[in-house]
């Protein structure tokens, strides 16, 4: 009887234990977009349209944190100093803050903000169709897991003939674009950067065509007190209503602009 009683409490201990289980993971990212094709139909002056071209063909690079628990997590950047432009900072248009995530009650909500004004961008936690690989690799000591995953991102229609041979543009759009990921069931939750989930360990590493997500740092409960509080910052606003704000912003802010070529702003 009495080695049952120590039984039930060692199970009870370790429970207790993976109800507490919380981790920390740096992840390091970088993005290089060479083969997006610009395709202006000859409206964009070819100077500005040669310094776009070059403005997303440079790296760009980021560091994240996702601080997670058994069944919800916060992923955020780490903010560093703007680089003053004529002697101010320049101001974002549309700014990323924290997202969260809750495995548990199929949530996820994000931070974002357009031209100063905060949102709370409410949504549903969809599941993300991974196909299991039979691939391995080590990353940081962890064994991990291969995972593949195939989206196709139909291209608008337009009126152009059928038989008319699609532009650069158009073609681009109608790729299909595989995401690899590497998870690791050593560390046992469903959790990943950024919009990532679903897979039987964290995960790791992520690559898509143009931008890769790699774990350079992971702490597991972690002796400082971790807390994953709720965002709550911002005015609450479905997704879809989020994406109309945001295009009828753009639009806006493009109203404003210059006409390309003399300098006079649009009626």
């Not at 109800?19 to 970088?30: D, H, M, P, R, T």
């Not at 058994?70 to 101010?88: C, D, F, H, M, W």
């Not at 073609?171 to 050593?186: G, I, M």
């Amino acid at each position: 009887m009495r080695k049952y009683i120590q039984l039930l409490i060692v199970m009870a201990g370790l429970m207790a234990s993976a109800q507490e289980f919380k981790g920390i993971a740096v992840y390091e990212s970088l993005t290089v977009r060479k083969d997006i094709p610009i395709n202006t139909s000859g409206k964009m002056d070819p100077a500005r349209e040669a310094m776009l071209k070059e403005r997303l063909s440079k790296p760009v690079e980021a560091t994240y944190t996702l601080t997670f628990d058994k069944t919800s997590s916060i992923y955020e950047q780490e903010q560093k100093l703007e680089a003053p432009v004529n002697g101010r900072v320049r101001p974002r248009s549309f700014v990323m803050g924290k997202t969260y995530k809750n495995l548990k009650d199929k949530i996820v909500l994000e931070e974002r903000e357009i031209y100063g004004k905060e949102f709370l961008v409410t949504d549903s936690l969809r599941k993300t169709d991974w196909k299991l690989e039979n691939e391995t690799k080590k990353i940081g000591g962890y064994t991990c897991y291969k995972a593949t995953r195939t989206i196709t991102f139909d291209a608008p229609e337009t009126d152009a003939p059928k038989d008319k041979p699609v532009d650069a543009t158009t073609a681009w759009l109608r790729k299909d674009r595989v995401t690899t990921a590497w998870y690791t069931p050593e560390i046992p939750v469903s959790h990943g950067p950024s919009y990532y989930w679903g897979l039987p360990g964290l995960i790791l590493e992520v690559s898509t065509e143009h931008t890769t997500l790699l774990c350079s740092k992971i702490t597991l409960n972690p002796k400082d007190k971790v807390e994953i509080k709720i965002p709550g910052r911002g005015e609450k606003i479905t997704r879809e209503k989020f994406k109309e704000t945001m295009r009828a912003k753009a639009e806006e802010m493009r109203d404003m602009r210059p006409e390309q070529g003399n300098g006079r702003r649009r009626n």
